[in-house]
């Protein structure tokens, strides 16, 4: 599992657990979100892109399956 804190006005964190392909990305307010099936090239690209949270809306957001939970 790899962690990544995120310079960003809305993101926070993010993880990754590579045995399941899933990726958990956290938002300044609280709320975390867990998707699923996300291949690991997504998650590269996402850790090494300029605007995390560019990136994670044009790529990340609504393409993959998510459970809601509130992280405080």
């Known amino acids: 599992m ?8 809305i993101l926070k964190s993010a993880y990754y ?3 399941y392909n ?4 956290t938002f300044k307010n ?8 996300v291949p690991n090239d997504v998650w590269n690209n ?3 892109s ?4 560019s990136y994670f809306s044009r790529y990340i957001k609504g393409k993959y399956v998510k459970k809601f939970q509130w992280k405080l």
């Open 30 to 37: 609280g709320k975390e979100y867990v998707f699923y099936n």
């Open 2 to 9: 790899e962690k990544i804190d995120i310079v960003s006005s």
């Open 22 to 25: 899933m990726l958990s990305v």
């Open 50 to 53: 300029e605007s995390k949270g």
């Open 17 to 19: 657990d590579n045995n």
């Open 46 to 48: 996402f850790k090494n």
